[in-house]
């Protein structure tokens, strides 16, 4: 398997490569060359293996011959095994939906299914090749924590993390800020997740600078966190059509960055049968107006419950226009270029037509999310957190009423606490992990959102 940018300039690379690289050196994206497909057999064979097994099969189809099937098997098992659920993501059923629970990882959002994987990854490779590397990140909530725990403590790697400072919130800043390893650095950047995905770009778009310190992509820009991400969609898939005469499964996400989604849209790609991918934003809707309108123009950020999602510049969403535009690099280009100038895209009324075959959408405002989380606890005793009950809410306006719909849970209650407490009148359970979170040490710089002061306070402290 080998892989491109969607810009065309970088070709022919290897999976292995693909992982280092991150962001393309041309500025693209990286994507399989192929992209491999599963039968119905092989579909059908899933219903009975474990979720490690599932994500052996769909990786290594992305691999090649990269690595020892035995290697990867274990970093695998490995990745999994610090999951709290033997099923690593569960399906429930409430109120007529199906639930994936994506929240049973060290950091209990769906983002440590992808960085479990990667942090091993990233491990395996880094003593392959006897290298070091500086992991340069930016979250709006739960990729840092989650990366972060991916990585800590491992000897090649250095991890720094550009979260908005006061627009995370506690319990994530929390998860960060008390992790105190010597090899992790957080940094509370005065301004938006969108400052922070700019100075990562800036940082990987100088190609000395990016050699000479060894960055490392943990975002979904790095194509290992998007191909994590694909397995659970076979794996809802394996669990949920064998209880139903539907053929088709619809999947709702609240979606911020596109990674997530992206993933569900490569899964059907591959073969799976999904019917609706539904889209699911919240007040920060611009990839709901893409859907809509055509319309994909960027807003003033505005701060909601689901913290995850306060993003206008969606990381991923060049991925999927690669092959919108039926993988024609120079369009994308041009395209690409065309935004970076005005932050502004308007699609004729033929793509338009092509995306809604390819997605369904829903904007839900923060007092409907409320509501949501309200209802759905008051007739199933479950509580939603505040971007689940955006995918709920979306899932159940927008699904078949004959087609059964998986909603993605992205992440556990207990870390938006107050939104939770505000929707049903008392605190969300807290798990394990986080007892006692508030009186561990912490660790955090204060920092301007400017790449030239990051990248300085990178230079002070790498490999």
Known sequence: MRYMSTRGQVRDISFKDAVMMGL???????????????????????????????????ISRFTGDDF?????????????????????????????VYILELFHGPTLAFKDVALQFLGNLFEYLLEERNQN??????????????????????????????H????????????????????????????TFDDGQRIIKEAFGDLDFKSEYSLGAVNSINWARVLAQIV???????????????????????????????????AKRMGLPVGKLILATNENNILSRFVLDGDYSVGTVVETLSPSMDIQIASNFERYLFYLLDEDSESLKALM?????????????????KVRQDFASLTVDKATTL????????????????????????????????IPIVCLATAHPAKFGEAVQQAIGKPPEVPASLAGIEQRERRCDLIDADTAQIKAYLVERAH
């Open 232 to 266: 659970y969609y076979f794996y809802a898939y394996s669990r949920v059509q064998p209880e139903t005469e539907s053929k088709l499964i619809d999947f709702s996400v609240p979606t911020g960055n596109f990674g997530d989604i992206f993933a569900g849209y490569m």
């Open 371 to 402: 509501k949501q989380i309200t209802q759905f606890y008051q007739a199933t005793n479950y509580v939603l957190d505040p971007h689940t009950a955006v995918g709920v809410k979306a899932g159940q306006e927008l699904s078949d009423p004959d």
């Open 24 to 58: 393309a050196t041309d500025g693209g994206l990286l994507l399989p060359e192929q992209i491999p497909t599963i039968s119905n057999d092989e579909l059908k064979r899933f219903s009975t293996m474990s979720y490690a097994e599932i994500a052996f099969d769909i």
């Open 133 to 162: 590397m500086n992991i340069l990140g930016a979250t709006s909530g739960d990729t840092g924590s989650a990366a972060i725990y991916g990585v800590r403590g491992k000897e090649k790697i250095n991890i720094f993390i550009m």
């Open 337 to 353: 270029e065309s935004f970076s100038d005005s932050n502004s895209l308007q699609f004729d009324e033929q793509l338009q037509a």
């Open 164 to 191: 908005p400072h006061g627009k995370v919130s506690p319990i994530q800043e929390l998860q960060m800020t008390t992790v105190t390893d010597a090899n992790v650095f957080n940094l509370a950047i005065r301004g």
């Open 68 to 96: 020892p099937a035995d290697d990867l098997r274990d970093l695998i098992n490995r990745s999994y095994a610090t999951f709290d659920h033997p099923d690593v993501t569960p399906v429930v059923k409430k109120d007529g």
